[in-house]
């Protein structure tokens, strides 16, 4: 299995909360990782209908085009009473469409389509769900590995705290009784999802 060796490294993403929690996590490991974002990298379009097959494309384009070892995530949350959804359309759902066709992101809108779903089935319905995040991590020649984390929970309503990014106001971890939003980011990095796939890949890559 091919090792990182200290030096740069693209953070495949250009969501800010992403690479904010990536490069906190890579902060141990004399990785200097800089976003694509700032490399002026174009934001590929995900076509796959899988998470593996979106982080692969993701990261194989920024390997590709910068010549450095790249790492792309690619998440969502799995809703069990909306069988699976929005899974790897969550970013989708949060998608609206300016007058001028501009396409912006509104997570109060999405996680507003969640609880209109959840709301439709009923008050006896569950409200179980689990945050998913596949890591996908390239090399300029070719190689490549992927690891897989989660975190099981609960959605609740109305969304609370602002300290994440995305759906973490209406998530609480099973076991705990705040919101990602309102947890302080190390609590958070202590369990999420995205920890769980990056210990995977600090097994596998350090
Ligand atoms: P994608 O991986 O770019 O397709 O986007 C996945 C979407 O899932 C993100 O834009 C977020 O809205 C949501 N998501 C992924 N991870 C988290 C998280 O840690 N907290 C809240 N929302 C998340």
């Not at 909306?82 to 949060?94: D, H």
Request: proline letters at 7%.
């Amino acid at each position: 299995m091919k090792k990182l060796t200290p030096g740069r490294l693209v953070i495949a993403s250009h969501n800010e909360g992403k690479v904010r929690e990536i490069r906190a996590l890579l902060a141990p490991f004399g990785m200097e990782p800089v976003s694509a974002k700032s490399l002026d990298l174009p934001e590929p379009e995900e076509t796959g209908t899988t998470f593996v097959a979106n982080a692969m494309l993701k990261a194989q384009s920024a390997a590709d085009l910068s010549g450095l070892p790249a790492l792309a995530d690619d998440s969502g949350l799995v809703v069990e009473a909306l069988n699976g959804e929005p899974g790897v359309y969550t970013a989708n759902w949060a998608e609206t469409a300016a007058a001028d066709g501009t396409i912006t992101r509104d997570w109060m809108l999405a996680m507003q389509k969640v609880e209109d779903r959840l709301q439709a089935l009923g008050p006896d319905v569950s409200r179980s769900a689990h945050f998913t995040c596949t890591l996908a991590l390239v090399w300029p020649d070719g190689s490549d590995l992927f690891c897989e984390g989660r975190v099981e929970g609960t959605l609740v309503w109305p969304p609370r705290g602002d300290k994440g990014f995305g759906y973490d106001p209406v998530f609480v971890p099973l076991g705990h009784t705040e919101t990602f939003g309102e947890m302080d980011p190390d609590a958070k990095h202590a369990i999420s999802h995205r920890a769980d796939a990056f210990a995977k890949l600090v097994a596998a890559a350090f």
